[in-house]
Nanobody, 125 residues
Framework: QIQLVESGGGLVQAGGSLSLSCAASPRSFNGYGAGWFRQAPGKEREFVAALSSSSGRTAYADSVKGRFTMSRDNAKNTVYLQMDSLKPEDTAVYYC??????????????????WGQGTQVTVSS
């Protein structure tokens, strides 16, 4: 089973960009579907973006469509979340998640069994 480590969070002004990375170890990300979720203080964890294991299918929350892009580089065992045009309401801890053999881009957190530790994203107004 793989382990996930997120990086790339930080503080950015509204309208700015950040790129999050999620690295898998010790084995490859190949064959795993992946998702990004976020949790703001006092709120429940919510879906952000997902990528299927091999078909290239993606899914995005309505709140981030057109601003966020999820991608993967299997050679680097890493998935990414490019976040552009950030808004203060994007402030949250962002979590990477994975599940084996995911034909579709899975949007439900309960369908993922592997989680990273999270990385903080703060967008100032």
């Amino acid at each position: 089973q793989i382990q996930l480590v997120e990086s790339g969070g930080g503080l950015v002004q509204a309208g700015g960009s950040l790129s999050l990375s999620c690295a898998a170890s010790p084995r490859s990300f190949n064959g795993y579907g992946a998702g990004w979720f976020r949790q703001a203080p006092g709120k429940e964890r919510e879906f952000v973006a997902a990528l299927s294991s091999s078909s290239g299918r993606t899914a995005y929350a309505d709140s981030v469509k057109g601003r966020f892009t999820m991608s993967r580089d299997n050679a680097k065992n890493t998935v990414y979340l490019q976040m552009d045009s950030l808004k203060p309401e994007d402030t949250a801890v962002y979590y990477c998640a994975a599940r084996l053999y995911s034909i579709n881009a899975v949007t439900l957190a309960t369908m993922y069994n592997i989680w990273g530790q999270g990385t903080q994203v703060t967008v100032s107004s």
